[in-house]
């Protein structure tokens, strides 16, 4: 029983180093740029997804090469009554890379353009 509970300690400690660990790695950049994209569209936004380990990407259905994976991708879900296809175009003028989805928008800081879905 001792040993189980040390066990269990352990999984905890190493399930809380992974979410610093994760939190630390999301792109400046693109915290910087969901702070532009607010302001320009008047609307604030829940973040569904940020960075993914590539177990979670995998479960998630993610690209091989997603976004996700090096912090440099959010997928949001806005709070306001604006439609996903303006919101899309507003972000556009902010992120490279842009893809409106029917329930959320994901973007990213890729260094190429990419914009789909609106
Ligand atoms: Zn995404």
């Not at 259905?61 to 296809?85: F, R």
Request: charged share 25%; with cysteine.
């Amino acid at each position: 029983m001792k040993k189980f509970i040390i066990y269990l300690f352990h999984v905890l400690v190493v399930f809380i180093m992974m979410s610093f660990a994760n939190a630390a790695e999301i792109n400046p950049e693109l915290s910087a740029k969901l702070v532009e994209f607010e302001t320009a569209s008047k609307c604030s936004f829940t973040k569904t997804s940020g960075v993914r380990t590539v177990e979670h990407n995998k479960k998630v259905g993610g690209a091989s090469k997603s976004y996700h994976l090096t912090g440099d991708a959010y997928d949001l879900v806005p709070k306001c009554d604006t439609s996903l296809k303006k919101l899309g175009k507003i972000a556009a003028k902010i992120f490279n890379g842009v893809i409106v989805y029917k329930k959320h928008i994901h973007v990213d800081v890729r260094v190429e353009v990419f914009h789909k879905g609106f």
